[in-house]
């Protein structure tokens, strides 16, 4: 018999499954690299912004020395944009490094995390890795249903996950039924309001989240510059919530947990309003593009409020595989999402109208 290490709790996880690599996909089917699609990760088809290009090159130069441990550029920059002080701001090696951090500090063996169905597959990766229990509450038309997660609260639980909008269903709750239920959730309970696709939000959807930290003590929202600000190879987001969920999030980070280079591009990229704002004027014109064609098509798809659409390409449950595999033969990534229990139905990052327009050929050739 081999010696079983660590607890049940951690060899029960199933491993992250991410976007394919674009040097994976052209090594596994003999394509070239050059050619390939990739609309899986929910990345910004525009890449990195100029203005962060600059600030990393810059950057480099400093690279020999540790970073800003406490990250005083990038936490001035994000206290004058969003009106917080510095000491409610935490940054993280991703927005993913705030979700762990929240397990890790308010999530011991036998408590309990609630989150939805089809909810952002880190929640329960962060649960599962602390030994919580997860509580997982079914969607409702593939979106959160707050009042069933208010009814699954128990004895045990410490926090609830939020994703608005969701990712990978791209459902989005309004603002006056999130700051209802916050009212309604029990004080001592931390709630996690991971806001990932925020600038994507069209104008009278937004709503400003920060105002309800002031209001609620037991509030942390997440951001990233993942997504809208092209950063994701950097590892960049950050958490705002009052100081009593900051200071622990704070003890038991690592002390380096944001490398210099993408402090420097954060900073510049939280200026650049003219990257972010081309960034949603490609993404509203992309989610046209997709939807009108997947219309036409007859194809079901969920209205998406982030840089991504789910897309129902068929009746039985190897759809999205097949489909998918034969995706990849042509170059195009995108994300299959059996693992959230979708088997029937791909996840589409919003690219650029050419990779949109590749993807959808392939698409209609093959369903034809
Ligand atoms: C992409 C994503 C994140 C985290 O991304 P990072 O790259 O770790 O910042 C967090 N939440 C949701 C819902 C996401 O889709």
Redesign the pocket.
């Known amino acids: 018999m081999s010696i079983q290490f660590g607890p049940d709790y951690v060899r029960a996880i199933a491993p992250y499954q991410g976007g394919k690599p674009i040097s994976e996909v052209a090594r596994e089917f003999g394509l070239d690299e050059a050619k390939i699609i990739k609309l899986a990760s929910?990345e910004n088809p525009l890449g990195v912004p100029e203005s962060a290009r600059q600030a990393i090159l810059k950057a480099t130069a400093d690279i020999g020395r540790y970073p800003d441990a406490n990250g005083f550029d990038l936490k001035a920059a994000l206290s004058a944009k969003y009106a917080v002080p510095q000491e409610w701001i935490t940054l993280g090696n991703?927005?993913?490094?705030i979700?762990e951090l929240a397990a890790h500090a308010f999530v011991q063996p036998g408590h309990s995390a609630i989150y939805a169905e089809y909810a952002?597959v880190?929640y329960a990766l962060a649960t599962q890795a602390v030994g919580g229990r997860a509580i997982v509450v079914p969607a409702r038309n593939f979106g959160h249903d707050l009042d069933a997660m208010l009814n699954a609260i128990d004895a045990d639980t410490k926090l609830i996950f939020i994703?608005n909008p969701?990712?990978p269903t791209g459902t989005f709750i309004p603002a006056a039924e999130i700051e209802a239920f916050l009212r309604k959730v029990p004080s001592h309970i931390v709630v996690v309001l991971?806001e990932?696709?925020n600038e994507f939000l069209a104008p009278p959807l937004q709503y400003e989240s920060t105002a309800w930290i002031r209001q609620f003590p037991n509030l942390l929202v997440?951001r990233?510059?993942?997504?809208a600000y092209g950063l994701?190879g950097l590892?960049?987001?950050f958490g705002i919530a009052q100081p009593d969920i900051t200071g622990l999030l704070n003890r038991i980070r690592q002390p380096f947990n944001v490398n210099s280079l993408a402090q420097a591009a954060a900073v510049a990229a939280l200026n650049d309003d003219v990257f972010l704002r081309t960034s949603a004027k490609l993404n509203a014109e992309g989610y046209i593009q997709l939807t009108e064609a997947f219309e036409e098509m007859n194809l079901e798809y969920i209205p998406s409020f982030g840089n991504f659409v789910m897309v129902k390409v068929g009746a039985d449950n190897d759809a999205g595989a097949r489909v998918n595999l034969e995706l990849l033969k042509r170059g195009i990534i995108v994300r299959p999402v059996a693992n959230y229990g979708l088997p029937q139905w791909l996840r589409i990052s919003i690219g650029l109208e050419q990779e949109n327009a590749a993807f959808l050929a392939a698409l209609k050739n093959m369903l034809a």
């Open positions: 929910n991703g927005s993913n490094d979700l952002f880190v994703a969701n990712n991971d990932a696709y997440s990233t510059f993942s997504k994701a590892r960049i987001g």
